[in-house]
C-alpha cells in the first residue's frame, strides 16, 4: 500500500466508532434474523453501529452472512494494527532499497541478487 492509501484508510477510522466492535445474531422463532455490530457488548439500540433486522434476505447461507459480518468486526478491530505494519513495512522497505543503493555504489564486488531477494521478501 501506498502512503496516501493508509493515509485515507486512517482518515475514515477516525471518523468511527472506536472499538471494539462486536458482533450479535439471532435467529427468530417464527422466521427471520437480526445481526447487529455494537460498540458496546450490552448490544443495546444506542450501541448499534450496523443492525439488520431480517437479515435472512438474499441468496447468501446464514454461515456465509454471518461470517461476512464477523470479518466486518474483525478487520475495524484489527485496522490500526494492520495499518502500523503496513507503514513499518514500508520504512523497512526504504531502508533496505537506501542499503542496496549506498552498499551499490561503494563496492565493486556487490552482489546486487541478495538485496533484491531481500526487498522480494519484504513485498
Given at each position: 500500500?501506498?502512503?496516501?492509501?493508509?493515509?485515507?484508510?486512517?482518515?475514515?477510522?477516525?471518523?468511527?466508532?472506536?472499538?471494539?466492535?462486536?458482533?450479535?445474531?439471532s435467529r427468530h422463532s417464527?422466521?427471520?434474523?437480526?445481526?447487529?455490530?455494537?460498540?458496546?457488548?450490552?448490544?443495546?439500540?444506542?450501541?448499534?453501529?450496523?443492525?439488520?433486522?431480517?437479515?435472512d434476505a438474499g441468496d447468501?447461507?446464514?454461515?456465509?452472512?454471518?461470517?461476512?459480518?464477523?470479518?466486518?468486526?474483525?478487520?475495524?478491530?484489527?485496522?490500526?494494527?494492520?495499518?502500523?505494519?503496513?507503514?513499518?513495512?514500508?520504512?523497512?522497505?526504504?531502508?533496505?532499497?537506501q542499503a542496496f543503493n549506498?552498499?551499490?555504489?561503494?563496492?565493486?564486488?556487490?552482489?546486487?541478487?541478495?538485496?533484491?531477494?531481500?526487498?522480494?521478501?519484504?513485498?
Amino acid at each position: 500500500m501506498i502512503d496516501k492509501e493508509l493515509d485515507e484508510l486512517e482518515a475514515l477510522l477516525a471518523k468511527t466508532s472506536p472499538k471494539p466492535w462486536v458482533l450479535m445474531y439471532s435467529r427468530h422463532s417464527g422466521g427471520g434474523a437480526t445481526v447487529q455490530i455494537s460498540d458496546s457488548a450490552d448490544h443495546t439500540n444506542e450501541s448499534a453501529i450496523v443492525h439488520w433486522m431480517g437479515f435472512d434476505a438474499g441468496d447468501k447461507t446464514w454461515k456465509q452472512k454471518i461470517a461476512n459480518a464477523a470479518l466486518i468486526v474483525a478487520l475495524r478491530n484489527a485496522a490500526p494494527d494492520l495499518i502500523a505494519s503496513a507503514r513499518r513495512e514500508q520504512k523497512l522497505r526504504e531502508v533496505l532499497e537506501q542499503a542496496f543503493n549506498l552498499y551499490n555504489e561503494e563496492h565493486d564486488e556487490f552482489a546486487p541478487e541478495l538485496w533484491r531477494s531481500a526487498l522480494e521478501e519484504t513485498k
